[in-house]
């Protein structure tokens, strides 16, 4: 292989990238050919990933809690980029809601009503739906010496008050607090007869708004302002230092409502006087703030989705087809003899994978299953099924990841119940998340015990089954098996580092046999063999295999990169990066499948894996890669997962030398020469599992 050219390791920032994503996302709240309902949910998508994104990420930047003369330069410019970019995301969010979408509603007749634009019958209404409903559940604080600022949970609306005059003691403590409780709902309908043939609501921010007066009797509203506190909310638990994992984190979460303060939102009219008092309370910078023209969550607005009750506004329902490799009516375990399946999720339905496990817990001749859970939901039919198996009297083990960011509560539920009834829970290994995706059930046949399997790009929810695209793997393959139960074996035990035949496993493997697999096609371009790369992913972030990616592309091989959200290598950058390229496809569902394609000449091999190529999959978690051996599949994955994507010119973002990104819109309008709609990948293959048998 030639010298390669010393790497740059001058990596895109990831958080800006981070962002950058979002930004992606908020233009699809922009199209115009985007049904408007569908259009709002995107908004308050952006919203819900910005949330994230400050309780995670922004901690992150200690520049929140200190002054600037405490940081080093580069961590000083690296927080004002990062706060100029969240402030410019938010600012166009706030701009669409209001210069565009509302508008939009209105002129269906669909509206939100203000104070000011309310008719003396409505008000009566509101000021009875107030006196009914919502007063008896505030309760504000005025604050003295005996009553200091009251605790202010993550993410909670809150109002900030200036009263004049006394209070009945005679003093003139000026400033109080009322915390709106997350029990009421944030938007109202009005009833028919005051809104006639329109589609009217109230805000209860602006119900509480119009009558701060009555929770203060005998006192004067001055200025006010609505605010809220995003706090950080990554759960911190030394698990070397704690004797049970699951009641250490049912305990952080009581705690994780009143982390550190990294974001204050408040009005925009919102009166420095008070936002400066909220700052000091909350020991946030001036560029922590955020004067928001709306209410101070988009988030809530996603009630309004099912309160308009406008199936017209909404996608046209997309009915994902019952996976076409299985016979219905014939035994699934008898099908994976013959071979391996492919579902394809959500374009297949999800049905496939609880069909596979559902056959086993009914089958008398299933002895054990296992199985691994990150992120399945509160309310799970999967999970139930597993209740089921145990009370029939199989072996089920379940590996319960506790610490699956913002699931923890709801895994550690479900942890409890299985227990309960007698299955054998185990959550992985201490300082590592398992984040693999996979399902093991033993079945006697004969004298013998024959395992069948299901491994997954993605999680073992069926709601997210319909919105994020995925595949199963179901397979009979004795290697892949015989894997799937050593790794199980090293989750419960902690055994020694396994050898295995078929899977990759993170953190002992993945990384460096990913590595070997990018240096052998570069070492094969160096050579004179034409080399390709194709890999399709969430996040690229790791160092390592992004160098390997940068030798590989300046030994001559064609690398693309699918990366739907952060990427840290820049594509083509001159001298660096010529021949990788980078695109980012967002649509109707969430990209999540990870696909890893190598090729050296003829000889191809392709990888399915729950992994993203973050050093935080590749040494801090438990991760699994796979070889789709099958020809046949193997076609299908890179036609489906691969190609459609790459010829993708509808709902693509190629990234620039620079890092940004520019929207293709070379198919939009017309498809040769006639006036017909250009379709995206996602779209193609709707129609293809819509006209499927």
Same mark, same amino acid.
């Not at 405490?70 to 970019?85: F, M, N, P, R």
């Not at 166009?92 to 669909?110: M, R, S, T, W």
């Not at 005996?146 to 202010?152: A, G, R």
């Not at 036609?639 to 030398?657: I, K, N, S």
């Given at each position: 292989?030639?010298?390669?050219?010393?790497?740059?390791?001058?990596?895109?920032?990831?958080?800006?990238?981070?962002?950058?994503?979002?930004?992606?996302? %908020?233009?699809?709240?922009?199209?115009?050919?985007?049904?408007?309902?569908?259009?709002?949910?995107?908004?308050?998508?952006?919203?819900?990933?910005?949330?994230?994104?400050?309780?995670?990420?922004?901690?992150?930047?200690?520049?929140?809690?200190?002054?600037?003369?405490?940081?080093?330069?580069?961590?000083?410019?690296?927080?004002?980029?990062?706060?100029?970019?969240?402030?410019?995301?938010?600012? @166009?969010?706030?701009?669409?809601?209001?210069?565009?979408?509302?508008?939009?509603?209105?002129?269906?007749?669909?509206?939100?009503?203000?104070?000011?634009?309310?008719?003396?019958?409505?008000?009566?209404?509101?000021?009875? !739906?107030?006196?009914?409903?919502?007063?008896?559940?505030?309760?504000?604080?005025?604050?003295?010496?005996?009553?200091?600022?009251?605790?202010?949970?993550?993410?909670?609306?809150?109002?900030?008050?200036?009263?004049?005059?006394?209070?009945?003691?005679?003093?003139?403590?000026?400033?109080?607090?009322?915390?709106?409780?997350?029990?009421?709902?944030?938007?109202?309908?009005?009833?028919?007869?005051?809104?006639?043939?329109?589609?009217?609501?109230?805000?209860?921010?602006?119900?509480?708004?119009?009558?701060?007066?009555?929770?203060?009797?005998?006192?004067?509203?001055?200025?006010?302002?609505?605010?809220?506190?995003?706090?950080?909310?990554?759960?911190?638990?030394?698990?070397?230092?704690?004797?049970?994992?699951?009641?250490?984190?049912?305990?952080?979460?009581?705690?994780?409502?009143?982390?550190?303060?990294?974001?204050?939102?408040?009005?925009?009219?919102?009166?420095?006087?008070?936002?400066?008092?909220?700052?000091?309370?909350?020991?946030?910078?001036?560029?922590?703030?955020?004067?928001?023209?709306?209410?101070?969550?988009?988030?809530?607005?996603?009630?309004?989705?099912?309160?308009?009750?406008?199936?017209?506004?909404?996608?046209?329902?997309?009915?994902?087809?019952?996976?076409?490799?299985?016979?219905?009516?014939?035994?699934?375990?008898?099908?994976? @003899?013959?071979?391996?399946?492919?579902?394809?999720?959500?374009?297949?339905?999800?049905?496939?994978?609880?069909?596979?496990?559902?056959?086993?817990?009914?089958?008398?001749?299933?002895?054990?299953?296992?199985?691994?859970?990150?992120?399945?939901?509160?309310?799970?039919?999967?999970?139930?099924?597993?209740?089921?198996?145990?009370?029939?009297?199989?072996?089920?083990?379940?590996?319960?990841?506790?610490?699956?960011?913002?699931?923890?509560?709801?895994?550690?539920?479900?942890?409890?119940?299985?227990?309960?009834?007698?299955?054998?829970?185990?959550?992985?290994?201490?300082?590592?998340?398992?984040?693999?995706?996979?399902?093991?059930?033993?079945?006697?046949?004969?004298?013998?015990?024959?395992?069948?399997?299901?491994?997954?790009?993605?999680?073992?929810?069926?709601?997210?089954?319909?919105?994020?695209?995925?595949?199963?793997?179901?397979?009979?393959?004795?290697? %892949?098996?015989?894997?799937?139960?050593?790794?199980?074996?090293?989750?419960?035990?902690?055994?020694?580092?396994?050898?295995?035949?078929?899977?990759?496993?993170?953190?002992?493997?993945?990384?460096?046999?990913?590595?070997?697999?990018?240096?052998?096609?570069?070492?094969?371009?160096?050579?004179?063999?034409?080399?390709?790369?194709?890999?399709?992913?969430?996040?690229?972030?790791?160092?390592?295999?992004?160098?390997?990616?940068?030798?590989?592309?300046?030994?001559?091989?064609?690398?693309?990169?699918?990366?739907?959200?952060?990427?840290?290598?820049?594509?083509?950058?001159?001298?660096?990066?010529?021949?990788?390229?980078?695109?980012?496809?967002?649509?109707?569902?969430?990209?999540?499948?990870?696909?890893?394609?190598?090729?050296?000449?003829?000889?191809?091999?392709?990888?399915?894996?729950?992994?993203?190529?973050?050093?935080?999959?590749?040494?801090?978690?438990?991760?699994?890669?796979?070889?789709?051996?099958?020809?046949?599949?193997?076609?299908?994955?890179?036609?489906?997962?691969?190609?459609?994507?790459?010829?993708?010119?509808?709902?693509?973002?190629?990234?620039?030398?620079?890092?940004?990104?520019?929207?293709?819109?070379?198919?939009?309008?017309?498809?040769?020469?006639?006036?017909?709609?250009? !379709?995206?990948?996602?779209?193609?293959?709707?129609?293809?599992?819509?006209?499927?048998?």
């Amino acid at each position: 292989m030639p010298t390669p050219v010393p790497v740059d390791t001058s990596w895109l920032d990831r958080d800006l990238s981070l962002l950058a994503f979002n930004a992606r996302v %908020l233009q699809w709240a922009k199209k115009t050919d985007v049904p408007l309902l569908e259009r709002l949910r995107y908004l308050t998508i952006v919203s819900s990933n910005l949330d994230e994104f400050f309780e995670v990420r922004a901690a992150l930047y200690t520049s929140l809690a200190k002054p600037k003369a405490d940081l080093s330069a580069i961590d000083a410019k690296a927080q004002e980029s990062l706060s100029g970019v969240a402030h410019m995301l938010v600012e @166009q969010q706030y701009a669409l809601y209001n210069d565009v979408l509302i508008p939009a509603f209105a002129k269906e007749g669909v509206r939100i009503v203000s104070h000011s634009e309310r008719t003396l019958a409505q008000r009566r209404w509101v000021k009875s !739906l107030f006196e009914r409903e919502v007063r008896p559940l505030l309760l504000p604080v005025g604050l003295d010496p005996s009553h200091p600022f009251p605790q202010v949970a993550n993410k909670s609306l809150n109002f900030i008050v200036r009263l004049s005059g006394r209070d009945a003691f005679g003093r003139e403590n000026e400033i109080a607090i009322v915390k709106v409780p997350r029990s009421l709902p944030r938007f109202i309908r009005m009833p028919e007869k005051l809104s006639g043939k329109r589609t009217l609501f109230v805000s209860i921010s602006s119900v509480i708004r119009s009558h701060l007066e009555d929770l203060f009797p005998g006192r004067t509203v001055g200025d006010f302002s609505q605010f809220r506190v995003t706090r950080h909310s990554d759960l911190s638990v030394d698990e070397e230092d704690v004797k049970n994992l699951r009641t250490a984190l049912r305990q952080g979460l009581v705690h994780r409502n009143y982390g550190q303060a990294v974001r204050l939102e408040v009005s925009a009219g919102c009166p420095e006087v008070l936002s400066d008092l909220l700052l000091r309370q909350f020991e946030l910078p001036t560029s922590a703030l955020y004067r928001v023209h709306g209410p101070v969550n988009l988030v809530r607005l996603n009630q309004l989705i099912d309160l308009v009750d406008q199936p017209k506004w909404l996608w046209p329902r997309y009915e994902a087809s019952f996976p076409h490799q299985l016979a219905p009516n014939t035994p699934i375990f008898e099908q994976l @003899q013959k071979g391996d399946v492919l579902i394809h999720q959500p374009y297949e339905s999800f049905d496939g994978v609880l069909a596979f496990l559902r056959e086993a817990v009914m089958d008398p001749d299933v002895l054990a299953i296992k199985q691994t859970i990150y992120r399945t939901g509160s309310d799970s039919v999967l999970m139930e099924l597993l209740r089921q198996a145990v009370q029939r009297g199989k072996e089920v083990t379940v590996v319960v990841e506790l610490k699956a960011r913002f699931d923890e509560e709801a895994n550690i539920n479900w942890a409890e119940k299985l227990e309960y009834i007698g299955a054998q829970v185990v959550y992985g290994i201490v300082g590592l998340k398992t984040h693999a995706k996979m399902l093991l059930v033993s079945r006697r046949e004969g004298r013998d015990i024959r395992r069948y399997a299901h491994l997954s790009t993605g999680n073992y929810n069926p709601k997210t089954a319909r919105l994020y695209t995925d595949l199963s793997y179901l397979t009979a393959n004795p290697s %892949l098996t015989a894997d799937m139960e050593t790794v199980f074996g090293l989750l419960a035990n902690q055994s020694r580092i396994p050898k295995l035949n078929k899977l990759i496993l993170a953190p002992f493997h993945l990384q460096r046999s990913l590595i070997e697999r990018v240096d052998k096609v570069a070492k094969a371009a160096a050579s004179g063999v034409a080399g390709r790369i194709i890999l399709k992913m969430n996040s690229l972030t790791d160092e390592k295999l992004m160098e390997a990616l940068v030798r590989a592309g300046q030994a001559g091989v064609e690398v693309d990169l699918i990366v739907r959200g952060a990427c840290m290598l820049p594509a083509q950058r001159a001298g660096f990066s010529d021949n990788i390229r980078v695109r980012s496809i967002i649509g109707r569902f969430l990209e999540h499948s990870r696909v890893f394609y190598f090729q050296s000449g003829t000889n191809e091999s392709l990888y399915l894996s729950s992994a993203d190529w973050m050093n935080r999959n590749m040494l801090r978690r438990v991760e699994l890669a796979w070889p789709v051996e099958d020809a046949a599949l193997r076609q299908r994955i890179i036609h489906e997962c691969l190609t459609l994507y790459l010829a993708d010119a509808v709902d693509a973002w190629t990234m620039g030398a620079d890092g940004h990104y520019t929207q293709l819109q070379t198919g939009r309008g017309r498809v040769a020469g006639k006036p017909k709609a250009a !379709l995206g990948a996602q779209d193609k293959l709707m129609a293809i599992y819509s006209s499927k048998p």
